[in-house]
Structures are given as C-alpha cells and as structure tokens.
C-alpha cells in the first residue's frame, strides 16, 4: 500500500485518529514557520482557543517534539524531523498535490509548488521557499556548468540563505544578476542576492555594476565595455532564470519612478512587476523600465524558468504577472496565494 491507501484505511476504520494527526501536524508546522512563537500568536494563527491549543502543546512538549522558552515555543531537532516527514506522508492525502495541478492548469504554466503557510503572516515560509528551490534545483541542474540567472527583492534575498553546497557537487554553478541595480537597499540588489548564492552553494558569481534605469544612449556606449559585456553575455546565455514577482505599487516605490512614470504606472492600474515590466490585471503592458539586462520575452529562450511569490497579498500579482510567463515557468508559491487564487478564479 502507499502512504495514501494507508491513510485512507485508517481514516475509515478511524476517522477520529487522522483528524487528530491532522491538527497536531497543523500545530508544529506552524510553529515550524514561526519559531520562536508565543501561545496566543500561535492560536490567532491557527484560529483555536488558547485553552484548547494549550492541551495539544503540553502533550507534544511530553513527547519531546517541542520545548519554550521566554520568547516562545520552538521545534525540537526531533520535531522538525517529525514535521519534515509528515509533510510528505500527508501532501496527497491533503490534498496539495489536487492544489499544484490546479494551480498550474488555471494559471498556464507546467508546474506549480505550493507550501504550507502564508508569507504575509509567516516569515519563514520564505526559508522554506528557498529549501525547495535548492531541491528543485538538484533534480533540474545536469553536471557541469550552469549558468544561473537572478533578480533582486526580499524574497530572493532570504531564499539564498537556504541553499547549500550539495548543489555543486560536480557541477560548476555561476550565478549572474539577471538585471541591473535598483534603487533600494544594497542586500537585495540582484547582485547582492548572486553573491549569497555563490557563497551558500560553494559557486561562482559575477557582478553587473550598472543602473538599470540608465538612459538608452548612455546604456548604448556603456555596454561595449570589456567588464560589462561579459557579464551581459553570459546572463543572455543562463541555462536558468530564477525570478520573484513584484506588487506594482511597491515597486514603483522601488524602482524610484518619477512622478509622471507612477501617474503612468497608477493609471494604468497595474498589479504587478517582473523584469522592469508592469502589467495590469489582465496582463496588458502598462509601463517598463528601460531595459538593461533580461527582459520577459527573453524567457522563451532560456530552458529553466523559476518564479518565486507567496503571501495573499501577492495572488493578484502572480495572475496578472502570469498571463505573460512562458509556459514552461515552474511556480514556487504557498497555500495562502494559491488558493485566494483558485477561491477567487475556481477552474470551470
């Protein structure tokens, strides 16, 4: 039998038995996702009692899953196995494997990895976005080279902390800025963000010192220097492009558009940002930022295509965002996007 007939037996002969499993699972995976937690966060998360959340916790402190302290209730080394393995056994019998498909059928894209939690609310739910991005790539990199394109944000920035140097193991991996710099804080920079990879996976990165906003005539003269053209050739030859998705409004801000470009931006009532391109809820193009390295046409080229996004707050950017993505784009987002996604647009 499989873990899904297994549970599905169980769940007939006792159905009390899986839904106790269920919350308790539920309960150290969220801790998981906000360790170090208080008990009254924790319940306002889960949407319980304290009372009633108190029972469960004592019981799973006895079996030596979970321990506090003064700034709250943590996993064990014992209980972050525990959880790692259950979320395995209970992904298809919860269903998360429906919700992928879904997901990726209502979006248009060839895959979608959906994981627990909500990034709004749940700051590590980021770390675990980065954990499965390092799996995915161990089973998409072939030995070699590899050239790896990446752009900047927070996202991306706290993913890079959760890869490791498995992903070098016969591979030479060098990883590029996929655009130029941004007007925002230096450690989400795209070059910030290669940098961290390189170092977390024992890689290789280079940097593009160049404004992404620069003036096309400049950008013209500029790029025919030694130092900057080599890095521009070998982001337009990145076997793999990894990419977040941006708010349009906050990016905006980001990008430290002029007043005229934000009118252009806001009228156009966009939602959402990649690449220096920003799309409204249907997909139309309302407004780029004058392009200085990849662009989102140049997706079609590049043979592994991964977007990063979680939160409620990012569902509407990843629809808008989506109607323009290649169809080969490989999602990684979390249960509080995905399903204000499928909840506000079920599949017919």
Not at 20 to 25: A, G, I, N, S, Y
Not at 75 to 89: A, F, H, Q, R, Y
Not at 195 to 208: D, F, I, K, S, V
Not at 308 to 337: R, W
């Amino acid at each position: 039998m499989t873990n899904n007939e297994d549970l599905e037996l169980l769940d007939l002969v006792a159905p009390d038995f899986i839904k106790t499993l269920e919350k308790r699972f539920k309960i150290l995976q969220s801790i998981s996702l906000m360790e170090p937690v208080g008990r009254r966060v924790l319940a306002d998360d889960l949407n319980i009692t304290e009372r009633g959340l108190r029972t469960e916790t004592d019981l799973l402190k006895k079996q030596g899953l979970l321990e506090s302290s003064k700034s709250g209730m943590s996993l064990t080394e014992t209980g972050s196995d525990v959880v790692g393995k259950l979320t395995d056994i209970l992904a298809d019998y919860q269903g998360t494997a429906i919700l992928e498909k879904q997901l990726s059928t209502k979006l248009g894209i060839s895959r979608c990895i959906v994981l627990p939690g909500n990034a709004d609310k749940q700051y590590r739910v980021i770390d675990s976005f980065g954990r499965r991005l390092n799996q995915l790539l161990g089973s998409l990199l072939l030995t070699g080279q590899s050239m790896i394109s990446v752009t900047g944000g927070s996202t991306l920035a706290r993913a890079a902390r959760n890869l490791s140097p498995d992903l070098s193991k016969n591979r030479q991996l060098v990883f590029l800025p996929a655009r130029g710099g941004v007007g925002e804080s230096v450690t989400i920079q795209a070059n910030s963000v290669c940098a961290e990879m390189a170092l977390r996976t024992q890689g290789q990165y280079r940097a593009l010192y160049l404004p992404e906003d620069i003036s096309e005539k400049s950008f013209e003269s500029l790029q025919k220097e030694t130092s900057i053209k080599s890095v521009l050739d070998l982001i337009y030859r990145s076997n793999v492009v990894i990419h977040s998705i941006g708010t349009a409004s906050i990016m905006a801000e980001r990008r430290n558009l002029s007043d005229k470009e934000r009118k252009l931006v806001s009228s156009g009532k966009a939602v959402s940002e990649a690449f220096g391109d920003f799309f409204d809820q249907s997909g139309k193009l309302v407004y780029k930022v004058p392009r200085i390295g990849l662009h989102v046409r140049d997706l079609d080229k590049i043979e592994h295509v991964i977007a990063i996004a979680g939160g409620q707050s990012k569902a509407k950017a990843i629809q808008s965002y989506m109607k323009n993505a290649p169809h080969h784009t490989i999602l990684i987002t979390d249960e509080g996007a995905s399903k204000l996604i499928l909840r506000d647009n079920p599949l017919k």
